[in-house]
């Protein structure tokens, strides 16, 4: 077998209302399909994120599945702006910009409404090339 793309990530949130809000507000995802009042799944590219409702208890932390994060590509043109607008929205930031010239990539991790972190890459050549 031959994987062709990930095809979507799915998390657990305390409240999907805010979840989606924050997604949309932030990243410029829309809403592809409404399951059920706790369950929805956003667009972003040709890919989709889920957002399932999980209690109180849900959030990056207290699952303790092993989830490192959520990168999120944005073109190369918009990086700084787009640091720019979630810092002054008050986005709780973990760090960054990280600049990667080795990979060709930046990046800047903030965290979402449960904690999950989230990163912001862009890159400035192919993931698929190798470095010269």
């Known amino acids: 077998m031959k994987a062709t793309a990930i095809d979507h990530v799915a998390l657990q ?3 999907v209302a805010v979840s989606q809000r924050f997604y949309e507000t932030h990243f410029g995802m829309r809403l592809a399909l409404v399951k059920n009042e706790r369950q929805i799944w956003l667009q972003c590219g ?5 957002l399932m409702q ?3 208890e849900a959030s990056s932390a207290a699952m303790g599945r092993g989830m490192d994060h959520v990168a999120i590509r ?3 043109e918009t990086f700084d702006a787009a ?3 979630l810092r002054a929205a008050g986005v709780r930031v973990q760090r960054g910009p990280v600049d990667r010239p080795d990979e060709g990539s930046r990046s800047f991790y903030c965290y979402d409404p449960d904690g999950y972190l989230i990163e912001l890459i ?9 470095s010269s």
């Open 74 to 76: 944005v073109a190369p």
């Open 46 to 50: 040709e890919q989709l994120l889920g």
């Open 122 to 130: 862009t890159w400035t050549r192919s993931p698929f090339q190798p």
């Open 54 to 56: 999980g209690g109180a």
């Open 83 to 85: 640091v720019g607008e």
């Open 13 to 15: 949130v305390k409240d």
